[in-house]
């Protein structure tokens, strides 16, 4: 752990001159799935700099909007607080930006990216939130990607949050037997343990109902 700690600032700025969507997938995943959360703030701080800077390079690529996005809102759930709220909307322009570029981008990525933070951040007044517009996009990024394993994730956890136990149980179920991404092993490693947890919630939901 300590070594990716030490490493991954120079991976970072290693890769500063045209680095691909690749890098900051990995980068991404690595700083989700390795770091021990109390460090992951400054890691995706790090990372959200050299995004942000590749971006300017990139401003009508619907793929690096949609990662922008994506670890920027990483950096705001790893911050949190008041504070966090302006890389949330941040997030949401950019990828609101790319589904006006190419809605089906990388899979429908920013329906999916764009549903989660509709359910995760508050509503009004403080943020955005809107569970009926969190539904609305999950079901854009399901219906471009049937079989994702990210789109049946979110959806599967917002079902869980609105207590649909039985329909989440469908869609968790569905996001763990989703096939392999290419390049991206540790990415689906870590998503697949999310799911576990979540389907072991849902299943205890359910079991508790039963005994009602």
Same mark, same amino acid.
């Not at 991976?11 to 799935?33: F, G, T, V």
């Not at 705001?76 to 709220?85: E, R, S």
């Not at 219906?143 to 789109?151: E, H, L, R, S």
């Not at 949050?161 to 968790?172: D, H, T």
């Given at each position: 752990?300590?070594?990716?700690?030490?490493?991954?600032?120079?991976?970072?700025?290693?890769?500063?001159?045209?680095?691909?969507?690749?890098?900051? %997938?990995?980068?991404?995943?690595?700083?989700?799935?390795?770091? /021990?959360?109390? %460090?992951?703030?400054?890691?995706?701080?790090?990372?959200?700099?050299?995004?942000?800077?590749?971006?300017?390079?990139?401003?009508?690529?619907?793929?690096?909007?949609?990662?922008?996005?994506?670890?920027?809102?990483?950096?705001?759930?790893?911050?949190?607080?008041?504070?966090?709220?302006?890389?949330?909307?941040?997030?949401?322009?950019?990828?609101?930006?790319?589904?006006?570029?190419?809605?089906?981008?990388?899979?429908?990525? /920013?329906?999916?990216?764009?549903?989660?933070?509709?359910?995760?951040?508050?509503?009004?007044?403080?943020?955005?939130?809107?569970?009926?517009?969190?539904?609305?996009?999950?079901?854009?990024?399901?219906?471009?990607?049937?079989?994702?394993?990210?789109?049946?994730?979110?959806?599967?956890?917002?079902?869980?949050?609105?207590?649909?136990? %039985?329909?989440?149980? %469908?869609?968790?179920?569905?996001?763990?037997?989703?096939?392999?991404?290419?390049?991206?092993?540790?990415?689906?490693?870590?998503?697949?343990?999310?799911?576990?947890?979540?389907?072991?919630?849902?299943?205890?939901?359910?079991?508790?109902?039963?005994?009602?």
């Amino acid at each position: 752990m300590k070594a990716l700690l030490c490493t991954l600032p120079l991976l970072l700025s290693a890769s500063l001159a045209a680095a691909p969507l690749s890098h900051y %997938q990995d980068s991404w995943a690595e700083i989700k799935y390795q770091v /021990a959360e109390k %460090q992951q703030e400054d890691a995706f701080a790090a990372l959200r700099e050299q995004v942000q800077a590749e971006l300017k390079a990139h401003p009508d690529d619907p793929g690096y909007l949609i990662w922008s996005a994506i670890i920027s809102a990483s950096y705001a759930g790893a911050k949190g607080g008041i504070g966090a709220l302006k890389y949330v909307k941040e997030a949401k322009a950019e990828l609101e930006q790319s589904l006006k570029l190419d809605d089906k981008a990388l899979g429908g990525s /920013a329906y999916t990216s764009l549903g989660s933070l509709y359910y995760q951040v508050p509503g009004w007044p403080i943020g955005f939130g809107d569970d009926d517009k969190a539904e609305e996009n999950l079901k854009k990024a399901l219906a471009i990607n049937p079989d994702g394993i990210d789109p049946n994730f979110f959806y599967g956890d917002f079902l869980l949050e609105e207590r649909r136990y %039985q329909e989440a149980l %469908q869609y968790l179920t569905k996001a763990l037997a989703a096939p392999d991404r290419p390049g991206r092993a540790l990415a689906d490693a870590g998503r697949r343990a999310e799911i576990k947890d979540k389907l072991a919630k849902v299943n205890a939901k359910l079991e508790k109902r039963k005994k009602k």
